[in-house]
Structures are given as structure tokens and as C-alpha cells.
């Protein structure tokens, strides 16, 4: 398995503005994504964190609200922006280290008020 | 795209019965089934997966049955504890999709003394 780490662990954050949301993995990791949980609700994939490139988005996610950097093979970022009390969620991003195996990190709680 | 239904929503057993929690998948192409443990405030932990290569698998006192005629994989848990109740949920995702996973809704299992 891979030592993911996120940061913020949790905000709280007015509407209209941008939060960064930060991961970290001790090891050099083939696959990044990052995912929406939503209170109460299953995990919705919104892009695959592609290293040196633009990320690939599912349906219904876009690169202005949700921007993704993935500089190198242990980091990532996920900018949720103009926030509105809708994108309250937990985002968590997970890593595929070998194989088919994805694990996640632990999480960033977001409130917008 | 995948779809992933799962039941039921909610299941309460009492501690050592057993719990089944069921997955259908529409898509005959995936062939990668993983089971999540997501705790109270927790990330979701990888407990138990299976290929379509293989009709089940076991891992002490948990086991994952999948047919792939019926696009169906189920999760059995014998002799429940407390310590399992949590909510569970399935995945699946197939080669050539780059890991992606679709989630089911997920399955609150309670285990009661």
C-alpha cells in the first residue's frame, strides 16, 4: 500500500471563494484521482490526475470549477472554485501503486457557508 | 457508462449471524469487483476484491462471490462483530479504463448485541 496524506483536513469556507486541497504520497504511485463524497452519499470520481498533462474529467465536472495539477508522481492538487454551499463534500484523492488496487487518503471536509 | 446498484441500503444483524450485501453491475466488460469499509468520519479501507477470472474468494471471515452471467458480486460476512458495522461499498471498474472505479450507493450494516 502507499502513506497518503491530505491537507487541509478540513475547511470552512465562504461562497466565491477557492480552496486547495493538497496530496501527498510517500511513494511513486502509477494512478491519481480524485473524488467527491457527498453527506450521506456513495463516491463520485470527478477526474484522473494525469502527471504532466491536463486532467481527464468525468461527466458533469469541469476544469474551471475544479482545476487538478499533478506536478510529479506523489502530488496532487484539487482547486474546488467559486465555491457555492452545494460543493460541501469530503474530496478525497486515491492511488493505484500496482495493478488495479486503489486506496484513498483521508479526506478533506469542506463546509461553505 | 458503468452502473453499480446495491442492496440493501441498510441491513442490522445481530452479533455472530451473518451479513450478505449484493451488487449488480451493467456492464459486461468489468472485470475488477472491490469492496470498501468506510467507518464513521474515516476513509474508505479496501477489504476484500476479485477478479472476473475468479468465481469467489475468502479472506477469514469475509468472502466475495461474483457470476459474471448474472453481472452480480456479493459480499458475505460470518460471524458478524461490532467492530463491522460501518458502511460497505462495492466497485467495479475494467481494464483499459485506467483504474476508474464506479461505486455503489453503499450498504450501513449494523451489528447489534
Known amino acids: 500500500s502507499a502513506v497518503i496524506s491530505q491537507k487541509p483536513s478540513r475547511d470552512i469556507c465562504q461562497r466565491g471563494t477557492s480552496l486547495t486541497i493538497q496530496c501527498q504520497v510517500d511513494?511513486?504511485?502509477?494512478?491519481m484521482f480524485w473524488y467527491r463524497q457527498q453527506p450521506g452519499q456513495s463516491l463520485t470520481l470527478i477526474a484522473t490526475?494525469?502527471?504532466?498533462?491536463?486532467?481527464?474529467?468525468e461527466s458533469g465536472f469541469v476544469i474551471d470549477k475544479f482545476p487538478i495539477s499533478r506536478p510529479n508522481l506523489t502530488f496532487s492538487t484539487l482547486t474546488v472554485s467559486n465555491m457555492s454551499p452545494e460543493d460541501s463534500s469530503i474530496y478525497l484523492c486515491s492511488v493505484v501503486v500496482v495493478g488495479e488496487t486503489q486506496y484513498f487518503g483521508p479526506g478533506t471536509r469542506l463546509l461553505v457557508l | 457508462g458503468e452502473n453499480v446498484e446495491q442492496h440493501p441500503s441498510t441491513l442490522s444483524v445481530q452479533e455472530g449471524d451473518s451479513a450478505v450485501i449484493k451488487c449488480t453491475y451493467s456492464d459486461s466488460a468489468s472485470n475488477y469487483f472491490p469492496w470498501y469499509k468506510q467507518e464513521l468520519g474515516k476513509r474508505p479501507q479496501l477489504i476484500i476484491d476479485?477478479?472476473?477470472?475468479?468465481g469467489e474468494k475468502k479472506d477469514q471471515r469475509i468472502a466475495v462471490t461474483l457470476n459474471k452471467t448474472a453481472k452480480h458480486f456479493s459480499l458475505h460476512i460470518t460471524e458478524t462483530q461490532p467492530e463491522d458495522s460501518a458502511v460497505y461499498f462495492c466497485?467495479?471498474?475494467?481494464?483499459?479504463?485506467?483504474?476508474?472505479?464506479?461505486f455503489g450507493t453503499g450498504t450501513r450494516l449494523q451489528v447489534t448485541l
Open positions: 466497485a467495479a471498474s475494467k481494464t483499459g479504463t485506467a483504474s476508474k472505479l464506479t
Open positions: 490526475a494525469n502527471q504532466g498533462s491536463e486532467a481527464t474529467y
Open positions: 476479485i477478479r472476473s477470472n475468479v
Open positions: 511513494s511513486q504511485v502509477t494512478m
